[in-house]
């Protein structure tokens, strides 16, 4: 009898942030958010030097959760996703864990965008939305084998997913997306006049 089985999966995880707990206001991280990135003055000359459109802390600020109770908060709650993400990825993780590496702030104005990317040297990536305005970017997912279907045809419009080469996964305010950090990513074009506002993280393991 035929068998076709998928073999070596790729996870995407999505939740409410709330989901564990502890409850992080959304209204009170947006304008956290601000207020950082309006204070931030080395973040801000470090997006002007390298045409990064919008605001970045990335670069600048490597200690939120120590500087701000709402980051403290927020790590608590991504702690315990990332928790549930393992288990669900199998991790054997023996007696160490997976903490979180760096945390950051993106505001991306109306027409800016991040260009593909993975996250090295970390284990787990992800990004909670803080502000997604009707008509802005979803996250674009690309098929990590994609550099080896040199003479594959295109797949058929509307294909499960699981076999699409792109995935454009739309979060809502307040979830969670966590993926494995080879997984390349992008922000397409943000094509709302408001900014999209998100806080990515890395975990490692430790
Ligand atoms: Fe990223």
Not at 106 to 133: K, R
Not at 140 to 150: C, I, N, T, W
Not at 162 to 174: D, M, R
């Amino acid at each position: 009898m035929t068998q076709i089985r998928s073999l070596f999966a790729t996870r995407l995880y999505r939740a409410s942030l709330s989901e564990h707990g502890p409850a992080v206001d959304s209204a009170e991280l947006e304008s956290s958010c601000w207020s950082i990135a309006e204070d931030d003055e080395a973040g801000q000359e470090w997006c002007d030097a390298n045409s990064y459109p919008g605001y970045t802390s990335y670069a600048s600020l490597t200690d939120l959760p120590w500087r701000f109770p709402i980051f403290a908060a927020l790590v608590e709650a991504l702690d315990k996703h990332v928790a549930a993400f393992a288990e669900d990825l199998e991790f054997d993780l023996g007696d160490r864990k997976l903490v979180v590496e760096d945390i950051w702030i993106n505001i991306l104005p109306e027409g800016g965008t991040h260009s593909s990317h993975i996250h090295p040297h970390s284990v787990i990536s992800g990004t909670t939305y803080v502000s997604m305005p009707e008509g802005t970017s979803a996250l674009k997912l690309e098929d990590p084998r994609l550099g080896f279907m040199m003479a594959a045809p295109a797949r058929r419009k509307g294909c499960r997913e699981e076999l699409k080469t792109f995935v454009y996964e739309a979060p809502s305010v307040g979830d969670v997306l966590l993926w494995e950090s080879w997984l390349r990513h992008e922000v397409p074009p943000n094509m709302s006049e408001e900014e999209r506002i998100s806080v990515s993280f890395n975990y490692k393991w430790e």
